[in-house]
């Protein structure tokens, strides 16, 4: 990789981060080993872990194309993807991940359903099931539906019925959701069940289950140490560690990475140990990152002691779940159920009333920005993706409105490098960094505690 290119990739200040990268090859490697053997591979989109616990417990080797695609655009290699998908339809404003994911499909339907040529880091093999989800965009509801342009595979769109902040506090909502995402789960294990001929291993399930909380569990843990003055972690080191988490929290070696993680945290919190050595500004990202510029965050440390404090909401660990709520919960099913509905309700059902009607997209914010003690916020809208780009002017307004926090506007994709320019988002944060000195000095005023 030329000097140029390696300058797109930021530069990650902890060890843990340096080795997180072994997770998605992990994943690619297994995924084509199964299939040179003849085992089921799926390709599936994030569930929040409502579908991924139970496909590898029947044995399924899965890969992420969205993952994929932000690995082919920080490596700057998503643009052939790209201008394939282009060609063959779909609309540039579609979805980057998916743009990649028809790009990619398409070379391989031209290649008799092999890896297409050149494919980074071995490609994504031929799928047995495509795994799609009805949560958070239209985007992932219809991708998986129009792969079948280019495969004909079985699919199955799993269902997250989370509800908006007024419609969690009606009376009896949230065990009605939770069943009837566990009845929903109960279908989705019978559909692989007579896909691939074989019977549900229960225990195995409940063992992944059981790795999948604790791993879980570790993660939200670090999250609290990055609280924190001066940050110990920022969201470049961040953005590599959240793979095995998000993907593969049932892998035994996820946890032990992540006990590695919080030790390698702790020590930095206890020894006052910065993640950027002359933190001036305490920064929180909202809400997809431009995957193709990374690097971009390492220039806003080193020009203006920027740190990243806290970042992209979705891809965080859920807060825990009570004890006295798992409490004779024994259904392997319904505990997924719960775990799902709770990554979706967390910040509405764990925290204080604010007072505020916000969506809990918003509210996580409203409550990150001062725990983490945030000077500003940099809001990425982008081109491809309306679900990380609707709520940002909003969150913007109620952020200064609420605790004096000033946000910024900085536009990109994704996976599309053609539209950030980075040179003008530099420029924004430049003047920016006034804004921030004045609303420092608004908070001290009114008596915040920061």
């Known amino acids: 990789m030329d000097a140029e290119k390696e300058k797109t990739r930021a530069a990650k200040s902890m060890e843990t981060a340096k080795e997180a990268g072994y997770f998605g090859k992990k994943m690619l490697k297994n995924a084509y080993k199964a299939g040179q053997e003849g085992r089921p591979v799926g390709w599936s989109m994030v569930t929040w872990y409502e579908g991924e616990l139970i496909a590898s417990a029947m044995g399924i080797e899965l890969v992420f194309p969205e993952n994929y695609g ?13 201008e394939r998908s282009d060609a063959e339809g779909f609309p540039s404003t579609l979805c980057g991940y998916a743009r990649n994911c028809f790009g990619y499909a398409s070379m391989m339907a031209e290649n008799d359903m092999q890896v297409p040529p050149d494919a980074p880091a071995g490609g994504m093999p031929k799928p047995t099931l495509l795994l799609s989800s009805g949560a958070v965009c239209d985007a992932r509801y219809k991708w998986f539906q129009a792969l079948g ?7 199955w769109t799993l269902e997250i019925p989370y509800p908006g902040v007024q419609e969690f506090k009606l009376p009896g909502h949230k065990e009605k959701t939770i069943r009837f995402i566990t009845d929903h789960l109960k279908e989705f ?10 019977k549900m291993d229960w225990d195995r399930l409940e063992e992944i289950v059981d790795q999948t909380f604790k791993t879980l569990h570790l993660a939200h843990e670090v999250d609290l140490l990055r609280k924190a003055v001066p940050s110990p972690m920022v969201a470049q080191d961040f953005w590599s560690i959240m793979i095995p988490h998000l993907y593969m929290p049932y892998d035994p070696e996820a946890y032990e990475f992540y006990k590695k993680v919080y030790d390698e945290v702790k020590y930095r919190v206890d020894n006052k140990i910065a993640a950027v050595p002359d933190e001036k500004y305490r920064m929180i990202f909202c809400e997809l990152p431009p995957w193709h510029s990374l ?3 390492d220039r806003l440390a080193e020009k203006f002691g920027i740190a990243m404090v806290y970042e992209s909401w979705g891809y965080h660990a859920p807060i825990p779940i009570p004890e006295e709520e798992l ?10 159920a719960r ?14 009333d604010l007072g505020i009607e916000a969506a809990s997209y918003v509210l996580a914010f409203l409550e990150a920005a001062p725990e983490y003690r945030a000077d500003g916020l940099l809001c990425h809208p982008l081109m491809s993706c309306r679900p990380a780009t609707y709520t940002l002017l909003t969150l913007k307004d ?15 994709d994704i996976v599309d490098l ?10 924004k944060l430049e003047a920016f960094v006034e804004t921030m000195d004045h609303y420092r000095e608004v908070r001290r005023k009114e008596g915040m505690s920061w």
């Open 327 to 336: 409490n004779g919960v024994t259904d392997p099913l319904e505990l997924i």
């Open 398 to 412: 109620m952020l200064e409105e609420h605790v004096k926090v000033p946000g910024v506007v900085v536009e990109g």
């Open 339 to 352: 775990l799902t509905y709770r990554k979706w309700t967390d910040v509405v059902e764990a925290s204080p």
């Open 418 to 427: 053609r539209v950030f320019n980075e040179a003008e988002a530099l420029s």
């Open 70 to 82: 932000a690995f082919c655009a920080a490596l700057r290699l998503a643009e052939p993807y790209l």
């Open 189 to 198: 294990v019978s559909f692989l069940e007579k896909l691939l001929d074989k």
């Open 149 to 155: 342009r280019y495969m004909d595979v079985p699919q």
């Open 295 to 297: 690097g971009f965050f």
